[in-house]
């Protein structure tokens, strides 16, 4: 053992020693000094410190413990601290705000929805690609829309659809993928129910509407109406006319039978084709779309029915060439010239709206405009020829076998009739019949 000065060196050193390992992070424990403090060494820590001496030792392993339990302790205080200032913070409400945790679940929960198949949910897509898209549905998940379930129709992709980043909708969980539990949802379905409900309706309003032709059989053809794949029997068209001469054609139809259960969509062109043709009367004039031209004259489509143009009622010039006045998809307007619903045959004119002979080869845009007003004088030309007609076969008696009709002095037009039509203005006068 040393003298009394010795050891007071070696425990300034070795406390210096605990200075530099521990740092100033923790202050050292007070305890009183075993004696008097030394003045400062004229020598560097170390230098005289001897590793051997059992004083320093036992004085830096007391300190090194002392410090560890002090930041233990420390920890323990802060954390307990803090746990109770989180507990407060749950319970408490927000300033001014009655919100607590169970509110806070609450209000999530309004974003939550049972994920059954059938469940309608709103949602935002936010990602698309070339096989459907990524649907934002809740707070909680998103969702998938594949490319087929997109829409009603066929569409290569989602963008044909209408389908981009940000779109909202109202979708329909269809399913659930095994790999990550993801829900799956369509729009065609909700579609389909609406096109269904649709076409009740417009049955219900006996509506005629439009339908393209896109196949047929020996039965009938098919035709699309209202996104949906109708069946049009042979029986129930106003023409004769096989499914491969209707094919990409629009007709005029009627519903007769709607069952969403059975997926089946019956229609009609006949009971269609009777309303149009119960307006078709004799000198009226009609719009018309060129379909094809003949040598004989031209095929024009007037709202679902097929009518004749013949070449003779194109102008009061003569025409040798149809193609040099129309070509098919002209638009044109067209008088009546007669109509027989029985056969499906319509005749038409257009010379009788020439306002000057040879105007529809000259100035067809000028007849088209003067077209009405042409049709009216026509009409006036007939009733004051029937008029006349009538007086005149007053003179004969009941023995020679004429006689009047309701529908004017001959009667109905006859179907029979050349194609041309019956030029009514050149009705002979009475004393020539």
Known sequence: PGSREEAAEEQSMAAALVHQLVGPRCPPPSSPPLAKPAPPSKFP?????????????????????????????????????????????????????????????????????????????????????????????????????PVQEACICRVKNVAEAGIFPGFQEEFVVIGEKEADDSLILSLRSIQYDLAWERCRQLQAEDVVVKGKVIGGNKGGVVA???????????????????????????????????DEEQSRLVLSNRKAMADSQAQLGIGSVVLGTV???????????????????????????????????LQPGDALKVMILSHDRERGRVSLSTKKLEPTPGDMIRNPKLVF?????????????????????????????????LSLSSEGILGPLNPDLPVEGLDLSDIPPAEEV
């Open 369 to 401: 405009e003067k077209a009405d007003e042409m049709a009216q004088a026509f009409r006036q030309r007939i009733a004051q020829a029937e008029a006349m007609a009538r007086a005149d076969m007053l003179r004969f008696q009941p023995e020679s076998g």
């Open 291 to 325: 379909q094809s031209l003949k040598p004989y004259g031209a095929f024009i489509d007037i709202g679902g029915l097929t009518g004749l143009l013949h070449v003779s009622q194109i102008s009061h010039d003569r025409v040798s060439d149809v193609s040099t006045v």
């Open 45 to 145: 820590p170390f230098r005289r410190f001897r590793s051997g001496g059992p004083a320093a030792v036992v004085v830096a392993q007391a300190v090194t413990l002392n410090t560890n339990a002090l930041q233990n302790r420390e920890r323990r205080r802060l954390k307990g601290q803090f746990e109770e200032a989180y507990e407060r913070c749950l319970d408490a409400p927000m300033e001014g705000v009655p919100f607590t945790e169970e509110d806070f679940l609450q209000s999530l929960d309004k974003y939550d929805f049972e994920s059954e198949v059938g469940t309608k949910v709103k949602g935002t897509v936010f990602i698309t690609d070339t096989n459907g898209a990524l649907v934002d549905i809740t707070a909680k998940s998103s969702a998938y829309l």
């Open 224 to 258: 699309i109406v209202e996104s949906l794949r109708g069946f049009v029997p042979f029986s129930q068209i106003s023409t004769k006319s096989t499914a491969e001469e209707l094919i990409e054609r629009e007709l005029p139809l009627k519903f007769v039978e709607v």
